[in-house]
């Protein structure tokens, strides 16, 4: 095939030209990248790592005193419950603390108000145990059943007991949050919390800060602690001992040194039977011990 | 004509090459370390790249160390002149759920070259649905919520105006 005398190649030119250029540009476009991942561009993400404190678990023991415990009242057995019958009528319960090895109670009888420990006496009447919101009262071998004073409970008063080495001295009364159960009992060394209001904080969050302030305290741009900005009077904040300016510092012996440490802690307050609170009150540390019930 | 319709040539051979070589999975992994200065931590258990997209499956996200949500999936594309984020299935950890209310089933955000200040978020979730944007000129989210009984969850939170129940916040 000859045109004009000169052959025509089977090779398209125009394609091959446009080819090269298609190429050039992948080329530059490819060369642009290579030069921006070199300089800017991260070959590795960043890999989460869950922070570990080392500690073993905590625990606390409580070495015995010298002195003779009291030897436990009996246990009755429960045969047979009787709710509210009669002269125990005479006898209303404010407030009681319940646990495996004791029960303190406050009644009201007479217009007077006592305290009761286990095998105490009154009308007759035989202390024998107690629940939540119930004391059980033993004569003439029937068990009697008293409950929490109704009327307490709906004017939203609890009642807090104090009492040291068993023996209890004075009792006050703070209106709290109508939607809060529980209370805070003064054991002397310790404090006794009811595990139903560490419950009811884990799960309202909202009220624990309409209670207590806390801001993070920062040293060289690190988390040293936490710092309470305020207390509100009469709350279960309060009565654990907590006061404005005070510094948390560490918690069952895990520093709080970090968000997620203070997270960690109140995520597992629930789970916890006892807490050591380390705080730095006017630049002196101490501890304050918790049992929770 | 045969100039223009060379020059069109040049540039979509070169955005199409741009798109095809952009290191996604790096560019990626810069982000991720830039949020960590924030202490803001992404994890994620696989990653793949496609020639507009990369997709990231259970996504852990930990702010200040503390994990926040799970996400089944996020799907990241990208057109150069239009991109969008699509984040399926937000999962709040069960620690935080008395923090957060409500839980998230998709969320898109999206940005295009038209409207270059501003990123459109869509969200479907258990409060119903609620669209908004992030106005880059003035660092103002805003996002409008259909009222509905879903909504009484999070009304705590937000705001009423004549459009009805919205969230604002500046950054």
Known sequence: ?293 | MQVVKNILLIIVTFWFAILLFMPKIDIYYTLENELSKQGIEINEKSIGEGVFSLLLEEVDVYVQGIKVVRVDEVNIFTLLFYSSLNIDAIKIDDSLKSFIPGTVDNVVVSHSIVSPFKVYINIIGSFGLADGTIDLTNNIVRLNFEDSEKLNSIKKELKKDEKGWYYEKSF
């Open chain 1, 1 to 293: 095939m000859k045109k004009d005398g000169i052959m025509k190649s089977p090779f398209k030119l125009e394609f091959f030209r446009n080819f090269i250029v298609i190429l050039i540009i992948f080329i530059l476009a490819k060369l642009i990248w290579v030069v921006v991942d070199t300089l800017w561009l991260s070959s590795y993400g960043v890999e989460h790592k869950e922070e570990t404190s080392g500690k073993g678990l905590y625990y606390r023991v409580k070495l015995s005193t010298n002195e003779v415990p009291p030897p436990p009242p009996p246990k009755a057995k429960p045969k047979k419950v009787v709710k509210i019958a009669g002269s125990i009528r005479d006898i209303k319960l404010k407030a009681i603390y319940s646990s495996e090895e004791t029960t303190v109670v406050t009644i009201e009888y007479k217009r007077k108000t006592k305290i009761l420990g286990l095998g105490d006496v009154v009308n007759g009447f035989t202390l024998t145990g107690g629940g939540n919101s119930y004391a059980i009262f033993v004569k003439d071998f029937k068990n009697y059943r008293v409950d929490l004073d109704e009327s307490k409970k709906s004017k939203k008063i609890y009642d807090s007991i104090k009492f040291s080495d068993h023996k209890q001295n004075s009792i006050e009364k703070k209106t709290i949050s109508p939607s809060v159960n529980g209370e805070i009992v003064d054991a002397g060394d310790h404090k006794i919390i009811d595990k139903s209001l560490i419950d009811y904080y884990t799960k309202d969050i909202e009220s624990i800060y309409k209670n207590i302030g806390i801001r993070d305290l920062k040293k060289d741009n690190k988390i040293n602690g936490f710092m309470i900005t305020f207390v509100r009077r009469g709350t279960p904040f309060a009565k654990l001992g907590l006061k404005r300016g005070d510094i948390l510092k560490a918690i069952n012996g895990h520093q709080l040194n970090s968000y997620k440490a203070a997270f960690d802690a109140y995520k597992n307050a629930s789970n916890m039977s006892n807490v050591t609170l380390v705080i730095e009150r006017k630049k002196v540390e101490m501890e304050l011990e918790y049992e929770v019930n």
